[in-house]
């Protein structure tokens, strides 16, 4: 039996926001840090990424139009 997927997965993987690994989700994070203007950047990992991952940056963030 095939099983649909939910809406908001599917919406997910359409906007490419699918995180496979730690590596692909930091690369991510650092991107959006970088699109923000970002010239400082802090990423912590607590439990290898398991627990939580947090990212600190002096970027302004990112325009309305490329949300």
Do not use: H, W, Y
Not at 48 to 67: F, L, P, Y
Request: proline share 4%; with cysteine.
């Amino acid at each position: 039996m095939i099983t649909p997927l939910p809406t908001g997965s599917i919406q997910k993987i359409c906007a490419g926001q699918v995180i496979t690994d730690l590596p692909s989700c930091c690369k991510e994070l650092i991107e959006n840090s970088l699109d923000g203007s970002a010239s400082f950047i802090r990423l912590r990992l607590r439990d290898g990424g398991k627990e939580e991952i947090e990212v600190e940056d002096d970027g302004v963030g990112v325009t309305k139009s490329d949300r």
